[in-house]
């Protein structure tokens, strides 16, 4: 079809603005010019692929409600014969015989990490700091408008415009961006990491007071039969008139409370055994049966008193270490903050058809600095990193007199305990001599009875001095997190190796 030149004075020049008017719905598109319209399939083509562009990296809500029934359920399933379980602790050379025959606290604490509910959440939560620099490397999107206007003086009537607005980001502000949020991903993980050492802890504090509580109700057991020998010889001499009253009634005063303090630590011991449920992140019935081993706990390490021991956590502490991340974040923000002062440049290229002339420009915007600089928000930049510092700084001599506080608990209970061993090694002598004297006949066997309940004494002092010595031991661990006591290794495969969420 020949082409023929636009009149607006001609019934097909004024036919031809009606089409305009329509947004050129017929196939051609006489503009004096000789120049054709698209046609309308090219016209959907160019529709479609501008909804692919628009819409085709927009992410989709995927819902995942939560059931409180069913996570109460999947909750009440956990238990220490979880073949994933044995898959984890493989992953930390800890193999064997499955179910395993003994818990220490080493393996025990490798439970926790993989089934403790406040280690997962701590999980999320640098995973949620990680995604920020998804947010900080985001360019911005340019945009377009489109301006059609009806002019009623001069047909064709329509004119149609379009602009866009394309930003560039000047002075590398999205580069600070991300240096800022690694900073906080960095933080992040730190906090992580302090929660694992947490984790160490509670389960430590737990698997500690089961201990604790089970030779305590032995020691007491035992006691309570040896005062109940006592109690029985005293009442037969009674009886005879070759003792008092009041004598018997101590004795019997004496057994009273040592059956009162055994109960006491029956129930102890139920309590201990929920409170390393909840440490490791089991339902209480997970550990009916569980053999747990407590070997070793009257060996303490001597290298976690060396002064480069102490002189490494000073440094390296997982507290301290977040908050010098943190101070490194807001290095970055001051730097964001001081780019900000200088303007970003606006792109603006526009197209016009006004009636049958394409009109084509270039603008550019640019903001005028001049009556503001960005000082307000640079000022608080500022005291926010001198906020930082003060915060590190006081973190860190936090850590130093945690430490030396350890440090000085520690050496005082490994002194107890030397003395509390020396005691019962008297003790058992003692009651040896007594056993001797009474196979002799040089003694009655109300002797040996007290001799027993004297020697369960001291060995519940000896109990009670271990304890208090592991627990320094404890508090020591936690304020230098050494790799003597937690490797690397094991902080690593809980960093990495563990799924979201245990099953």
Same mark, same amino acid.
């Given at each position: 079809?020949?082409?023929?030149?636009?009149?607006?004075?001609?019934?097909?020049?004024?036919?031809?603005?009606?089409?305009?008017?329509?947004?050129?719905?017929?196939?051609?598109?006489?503009?004096?010019?000789?120049?054709?319209?698209?046609?309308?399939?090219?016209?959907?083509?160019?529709?479609?692929?501008?909804?692919?562009?628009?819409?085709?990296?927009?992410?989709?809500?995927?819902?995942?409600?939560?059931?409180?029934?069913?996570?109460?359920?999947?909750?009440?399933?956990?238990?220490?014969?979880?073949?994933?379980?044995?898959?984890?602790?493989?992953?930390?050379?800890?193999?064997?015989?499955?179910?395993?025959?003994?818990?220490?606290?080493?393996?025990?604490?490798?439970?926790?990490?993989?089934?403790?509910?406040?280690?997962?959440?701590?999980?999320?939560?640098?995973?949620?700091?990680?995604?920020?620099?998804?947010?900080?490397?985001?360019?911005?999107?340019?945009?377009?408008?489109?301006?059609?206007?009806?002019?009623?003086?001069?047909?064709?009537?329509?004119?149609?415009?379009?602009?866009?607005?394309?930003?560039?980001?000047?002075?590398?502000?999205?580069?600070?961006?991300?240096?800022?949020?690694?900073?906080?991903?960095?933080?992040?993980?730190?906090?992580?990491?302090?929660?694992?050492?947490?984790?160490?802890?509670?389960?430590?504090?737990?698997?500690?007071?089961?201990?604790?509580?089970?030779?305590?109700?032995?020691?007491?057991?035992?006691?309570?039969?040896?005062?109940?020998?006592?109690?029985?010889?005293?009442?037969?001499?009674?009886?005879?008139?070759?003792?008092?009253?009041?004598?018997?009634?101590?004795?019997?005063?004496?057994?009273?409370?040592?059956?009162?303090?055994?109960?006491?630590?029956?129930?102890?011991?139920?309590?201990?055994?929920?409170?390393?449920?909840?440490?490791?992140?089991?339902?209480?019935?997970?550990?009916?049966?569980?053999?747990?081993?407590?070997?070793?706990?009257?060996?303490?390490?001597?290298?976690?008193?060396?002064?480069?021991?102490?002189?490494?956590?000073?440094?390296?502490?997982?507290?301290?270490?977040? /908050? !010098? +991340?943190? *101070?490194? %974040?807001?290095? $970055?923000?001051?730097?964001?903050?001081? #780019?900000? &002062?200088?303007?970003?440049?606006?792109?603006?290229?526009?197209?016009?058809?006004?009636?049958?002339?394409?009109?084509?420009?270039?603008?550019?915007?640019?903001?005028?600095?001049?009556?503001?600089?960005?000082?307000?928000?640079?000022?608080?930049?500022?005291?926010?990193?001198?906020?930082?510092?003060?915060?590190?700084?006081?973190?860190?001599?936090?850590?130093?007199?945690?430490?030396?506080? /350890? !440090? +000085?608990? *520690?050496? %005082?209970?490994? $002194?107890?305990?030397?003395?509390?061993? #020396?005691? &019962?090694?008297?003790?058992?002598?003692?009651?040896?001599?007594?056993?001797?004297?009474?196979?002799?006949?040089?003694?009655?066997?109300?002797?040996?009875?007290?001799?027993?309940?004297?020697?369960?004494?001291?060995?519940?002092?000896?109990?009670?001095?271990?304890?208090?010595?592991?627990?320094?031991?404890?508090?020591?661990?936690?304020?230098?997190?050494?790799?003597?006591?937690?490797?690397? /290794?094991?902080?690593?495969?809980?960093?990495?190796?563990?799924?979201?969420?245990?099953?």
């Amino acid at each position: 079809m020949k082409v023929q030149p636009f009149n607006f004075k001609s019934a097909r020049g004024l036919a031809q603005s009606k089409t305009l008017a329509r947004c050129f719905e017929s196939q051609e598109h006489p503009t004096g010019f000789g120049v054709r319209r698209p046609s309308a399939a090219v016209s959907c083509a160019l529709g479609v692929i501008l909804g692919i562009v628009l819409f085709a990296g927009c992410a989709r809500f995927h819902p995942q409600p939560i059931s409180p029934e069913q996570t109460a359920a999947t909750f009440d399933t956990r238990s220490l014969a979880n073949p994933d379980l044995q898959a984890f602790l493989e992953t930390n050379h800890v193999t064997g015989p499955w179910p395993r025959r003994s818990w220490d606290l080493d393996v025990l604490t490798l439970a926790a990490f993989y089934y403790q509910p406040a280690l997962a959440e701590a999980r999320a939560q640098w995973a949620l700091v990680q995604a920020t620099r998804v947010t900080a490397g985001q360019r911005p999107n340019p945009t377009v408008g489109f301006t059609p206007t009806y002019d009623t003086t001069t047909p064709p009537p329509w004119i149609f415009g379009v602009t866009w607005d394309i930003p560039i980001e000047t002075a590398g502000k999205r580069g600070k961006r991300i240096a800022q949020a690694d900073h906080f991903s960095e933080a992040a993980r730190w906090n992580f990491i302090a929660a694992a050492w947490q984790t160490r802890s509670h389960v430590r504090t737990a698997w500690l007071n089961l201990h604790a509580a089970r030779e305590n109700e032995s020691l007491l057991a035992r006691q309570e039969s040896a005062q109940s020998n006592v109690v029985r010889l005293l009442e037969g001499q009674l009886a005879v008139g070759a003792m008092s009253d009041f004598e018997v009634t101590q004795a019997r005063v004496a057994l009273n409370t040592t059956r009162l303090a055994r109960q006491d630590a029956t129930g102890q011991y139920g309590q201990a055994r929920v409170q390393l449920a909840n440490a490791l992140g089991l339902p209480l019935h997970a550990l009916d049966d569980a053999p747990f081993s407590f070997a070793g706990l009257d060996q303490f390490p001597q290298d976690l008193t060396a002064p480069e021991i102490r002189r490494q956590a000073v440094l390296n502490r997982a507290d301290v270490r977040g /908050a !010098l +991340a943190e *101070y490194a %974040a807001s290095q $970055s923000a001051l730097q964001l903050e001081i #780019a900000k &002062q200088y303007p970003d440049l606006h792109l603006n290229p526009g197209y016009e058809l006004d009636q049958t002339d394409n009109k084509w420009s270039l603008g550019v915007t640019l903001e005028l600095p001049v009556l503001s600089h960005n000082q307000g928000p640079v000022a608080e930049a500022k005291a926010k990193r001198a906020e930082a510092a003060a915060h590190f700084l006081m973190v860190q001599a936090q850590a130093i007199g945690e430490i030396d506080s /350890a !440090l +000085a608990g *520690y050496r %005082a209970a490994l $002194s107890q305990t030397k003395t509390a061993a #020396a005691l &019962q090694d008297d003790l058992q002598k003692q009651l040896d001599s007594v056993r001797d004297q009474v196979q002799a006949g040089e003694i009655d066997s109300a002797a040996l009875a007290n001799a027993e309940v004297e020697f369960c004494a001291g060995a519940k002092s000896r109990l009670d001095s271990l304890i208090k010595a592991q627990q320094a031991l404890g508090q020591l661990e936690d304020s230098v997190q050494s790799p003597l006591t937690l490797p690397p /290794a094991t902080l690593d495969a809980v960093e990495h190796n563990l799924s979201q969420g245990a099953k």
